[in-house]
């Protein structure tokens, strides 16, 4: 019975995630605004179900928020978030998953790290909750550091830079130093330059194309493409831009992108396209 296949499952662990290849992290996101796929798994009978066809198409991690990022989101009560996602996060483990939970709210992440998620991911840049170097410190989990500037309300306000590559990293470096001075490990640390969160086309293009600077801060790097308006723009027809599903095509080519650039792991709705994707660079790369 599918209840016995499940109970044979070992559950995963950080370290058993393959360090030979870029990995592919699946969003599940259990809203009801997030751009792309708002409300579709708002149930967590249906979270649950869309996580196993994430884990079955080839998701090395799969990251769950219970609260929409986009622009303008407005701030959810963390009860109602873990409400979401706690049941959700413990099925997917049950069956063998690696789970990152994308939060701002250092409750979630504790409650979520207790019902056996292995990464937080939390694209506030601290500008959140200051409580979060503490319990990543404690808890000694893995712990995705995103660059942002400002809130969801205001950050559309501040893509204004000279040079954004050398002002992300800046900033960023800064974010870490906090981190390690709160007594998290540096190697619990993953950098991510927070595409569209506070930057425009022009800035996420410049981005994706130096992520070696990232990577020379010390930290395995994760980067988030996946439907994105500026991929929605570069494909736009009569100045209409793509439609966020049609973007998985150009999300899947920019996963070529990052693994040239030895990306820890990429972040995408397509897990399909970007495991297929990154076996055509295995293929390449071995010729
Ligand atoms: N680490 C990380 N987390 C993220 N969470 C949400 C979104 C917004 O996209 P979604 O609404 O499709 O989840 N983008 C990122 C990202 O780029 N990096």
Known sequence: SPLSVIRKIKPKTFADLPDDRTLVMGILNVTEDS????????DSGAAIE???????????????????????????????????IIPVIESLV????????????????RAAIAAGAHIINDVSGLTHEPGMPQLIA??????????????????????????VVAEVVAELRELRDKFVAAGVAPEQIILD?????????????ALLA????????????????????????LLAE????????????????????????????????????SRDALEVVRAYGSH
Do not use: C
């Not at 792309?36 to 798994?41: A, C, R, T």
């Not at 069956?95 to 992440?109: K, L, N, P, R, W």
């Not at 009569?238 to 693994?259: M, N, Q, S």
């Open 193 to 205: 330059p927070g595409l569209g969160f506070a930057k425009d086309a022009e800035h996420n293009w």
């Open 94 to 109: 049950k069956a063998g998953a690696v789970i990152s939970v994308d939060t701002m709210h250092v409750d979630t992440a």
């Open 138 to 163: 404690e808890t000694g989990v893995p712990y995705v550091l995103m660059h942002r500037r400002g809130t969801a309300a205001t950050m559309v306000t501040e893509a204004n830079y000279q040079d």
């Open 35 to 42: 751009f792309s796929d708002g409300g579709k798994f708002l």
């Open 238 to 273: 009569a100045g209409k831009p793509r439609e966020p599903l049609g973007r998985d095509a150009a999300t899947a080519a920019t996963t070529v992108l990052a693994a040239r650039e030895q990306a820890w792991a990429v972040r995408v709705h397509d897990v399909q396209g």
């Open 210 to 233: 130096h992520l070696e600077k990232f990577e020379a801060l010390g930290h395995k790097v994760l980067v988030g493409t996946s439907r994105k308006r500026f991929l929605g723009e």
């Open 50 to 84: 869309q996580g196993l066809k994430l884990l079955y198409a080839g998701a090395d991690i799969i990251d769950v928020g219970g609260e929409s990022t986009r622009p303008g989101a407005e701030d959810i009560d963390p009860e109602v978030e873990q409400a979401r």
